[in-house]
């Protein structure tokens, strides 16, 4: 069962058991290529027609969200259409956009980081009014989630932006897929050497439990880039084994 849920990739279905942090890479994958069908056999670079296939996703979004909540395409289809709306805007703004310019008065703009900020609150008390998880496809009231959503990418794309100049989080950046790949088992060691973190971790609303989820997220990091840099070492010297022989 575990191995048919890892290749038939829906993580609302409850597959993808033991790299489930990794469900977003095939519907990702789902997305890239509807979005590349729709662009190459519909749209040809019309503005127009990018709108219109907005609406589209947007409307099936949420017809099988809303309606037939119970449907579990593989590489969660499901879920790629809905995330359509946000590739197609992103290639809607690239045309109206010199993004350069753009960056280059966002970094120059003190009050940017703050504007991000406020987005990035105003996105999660939004949240609390309107619960979202992209993940389990519950939307709630969709025309909040789709606001929400806007803020929200605003905030970060702006956040994105400023953590160009941090040597710190461009080296988490490059080495995310590691630490998503191997996290689970550094979360498994602290349940079962350290019991009581398994529990305060699923409080996450409460002090103790953002505080220790906090703890543990900083030492899986650390962790998996310890474990990154070792595999790596061990790559080296295989691969100059194999020279030498």
């Known amino acids: 069962y575990n191995l048919t849920g890892m290749i038939y990739a829906n993580a609302r279905k409850g597959g993808m058991k033991w790299n489930r942090p990794l469900w977003f ?21 019309k503005q127009s027609r990018r709108i219109a296939s907005m609406i589209f996703s947007a409307f099936s979004g949420y017809v099988l969200a809303s309606f037939y909540p119970g449907i579990f395409f593989p590489f969660q289809i499901e879920t790629a259409i809905n995330m359509m709306v946000w590739m197609e805007l992103g290639l809607f703004l690239k045309n109206f956009t010199d993004f350069h310019t753009l960056e280059h008065r966002i970094l120059q703009d003190k009050n940017s980081i703050m504007a991000a900020s406020l987005l990035v609150v105003v996105g999660f008390l939004l949240a609390q009014l309107n619960p979202i998880s992209v993940l389990g496809g519950l939307y709630g009231n969709y ?13 970060i794309a ?3 932006i400023w953590a160009r100049n941090s040597n710190t989080l461009n080296y988490l950046g490059r080495h995310t897929l590691y630490v998503l790949l191997l996290h689970k088992f550094v979360i498994l060691f602290f349940s ?28 899986s990091i650390e962790s998996c880039l310890l474990l990154e840099k070792a595999i790596g070492l061990l790559k080296q010297k295989v691969s100059m084994g194999n020279i030498s022989s």
């Not at 025309?143 to 905030?155: D, E, S």
């Not at 220790?212 to 030492?219: A, K, N, S």
């Open 25 to 45: 890479l095939p519907c990702l994958f789902a997305c890239t290529l509807l979005t590349l069908f729709i662009e190459k056999v519909f749209i040809h670079e």
């Open 143 to 155: 025309i909040m989630y789709l606001l929400n959503a806007i803020v929200v990418i605003a905030g």
């Open 158 to 160: 702006i956040f994105s």
């Open 192 to 219: 079962r050497v350290f019991p009581f973190t398994k529990e305060l971790m699923q409080q996450p609303g409460k002090f103790k439990g953002v505080l220790c989820c906090l703890i543990v997220t900083v030492i």
